[in-house]
């Protein structure tokens, strides 16, 4: 049997990997600052969380949600601790767009509406309702398409008051924290408490996306939190399990649950809430978010000294450098020649999302190679073009 072609892949088969550093089958070591897509964020391999998996994995690995989990509630004490959003309810699932599927589902079952504000460049997810409120039409199928969703442009205050003026019928307002695929943008922080306001005088739900851009990776547990306002529903994914398959939603005390409204087989089994114990055990220890903001913090200020590049972007180690046109091919020389994984997001954005237990000497590792393209790029390209 074939593979279903839909990934354009880089001729690399990664094998090992330890903290920020993965190794191929040809034992070529590379520095991973993509984090398999802000997944890794506690390091691959690490010992604790090994452990913790592997413990659990001889006791049992999976059951259904019809019996008592008591790591579930573990889990949610922890969360609701280090993000301290302690008073709201916790639902696990198993990725991203599941996560945004059930809470722009939850926000309607709650207030009887239908249609959702999403905005211009923002990624959701691949599923039916995540995709619909995701701005790329080539991957939004006929029968995903809706007119339940209103896109607005980014951080555009006057036109999100008018939407609310024009429509009686918005559920919920949908926003990354900090825009990932859409190339690092992050939202104001006058526009995410516009949204408050506004989702407060129209019995709306403000569901903040921190698939990408939560989990301790600006410097703060959820990158909403630095507008001072909390959202009604928190979505999760990515780095809650360093790999392993979870998803999440916490959801405001003023939610209520009722049975069947939301459900899942395989969310928040043994083995994932071992994953996300792990996780945040480490992340607690460690003081993750700190060095997120310390390293991150470095990595910004040292990249925005950089003449050859237009912008720097982000918080914390969720970073984007975007570059000239003319500087399009510096991820592939980092990658092959460099053996440095980054990210991109188009059209020309190199995007860092590494484990938020990156040292400063492998940011400095980086930041040595990346002027070192720039210099040697910049003299070979003729002047003019
Ligand atoms: C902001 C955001 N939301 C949702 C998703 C979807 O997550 P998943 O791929 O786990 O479904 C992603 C994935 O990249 C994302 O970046």
Redo the contacts with the bound molecule.
């Keep these: 049997m074939k593979l279903f072609d839909v990934y354009p892949i880089n001729p690399i088969n990664i094998v090992k990997g330890r903290g920020s550093l993965v190794y191929d089958d040809k034992g070529t070591e590379y520095l991973d600052l993509y984090g398999g ?2 997944v890794i964020s506690i390091g691959h391999t690490h010992p604790h969380y090994v452990k913790r998996l592997e413990d659990q994995l001889h006791q049992i690995g999976f059951y259904s949600n019809s019996i008592e989990i008591p790591l579930q509630k573990q889990l949610a004490d922890k969360l609701g601790r280090i993000s301290g959003k302690e008073d709201y309810q916790l639902f696990l699932c198993n ?6 599927e059930n809470a722009l589902k939850l926000a309607s079952f709650y207030n009887g509406k239908k249609k959702v504000i999403a905005f211009k460049g923002s ?5 039916s309702l ?1 995709v619909a409120v995701t701005d790329n039409p080539k991957i939004v199928a006929p029968v995903n398409e809706t007119d339940n969703v209103i896109f607005l442009p980014w951080c555009d205050e006057q036109a999100l008051t008018q939407a609310f003026v024009d429509n009686k019928d918005i559920s919920s307002v949908i926003i ?1 924290g900090i ?3 859409g190339g690092i943008q992050v939202a104001s922080e006058s526009f995410l408490q516009k949204i408050r306001l506004l989702c407060d005088q129209n019995n709306a739900v403000f569901i903040a ?1 921190s ?3 939560g989990y301790g990776r600006t410097g703060k547990f959820f990158s909403h939190d630095f507008a001072g306002v909390n959202a009604d529903i928190y ?1 999760m ?2 780095g809650m399990g360093n790999g392993f398959p979870v ?1 999440g939603i916490i959801i405001s005390p003023k939610i209520l649950p009722a049975y069947g409204m939301l459900g899942t087989t395989f969310g928040g089994n043994h083995l994932a809430c071992a994953a996300g114990l792990a996780v945040l055990e480490i992340m607690e220890q460690d003081n993750l978010m700190q060095n997120a903001a310390e390293v991150g913090g470095y990595l910004i200020s040292e990249l925005k000294k950089l003449k050859e590049v237009k912008e720097v972007r982000g918080r914390g180690l969720m970073i984007g450098i975007e570059l000239p046109a003319e500087l399009a091919d510096v991820r592939k020389e980092l990658l092959f020649t460099h053996h440095i994984f980054t990210g991109e997001a188009k059209p020309n954005v190199v995007r860092l999302l590494p484990a938020l237990n990156l040292t400063k000497a492998h940011a400095d590792r980086f930041l040595e190679t990346f002027s070192s393209i720039l210099n040697k790029q910049q003299t070979v390209i003729p002047q003019g073009l």
């Design positions: 897509h802000a990725s991203g767009a599941e996560a945004n990624f959701h997810g691949r599923t995540a990354e825009q990932g695929v996306d698939v990408q851009c979505t994914a990515k998803g």
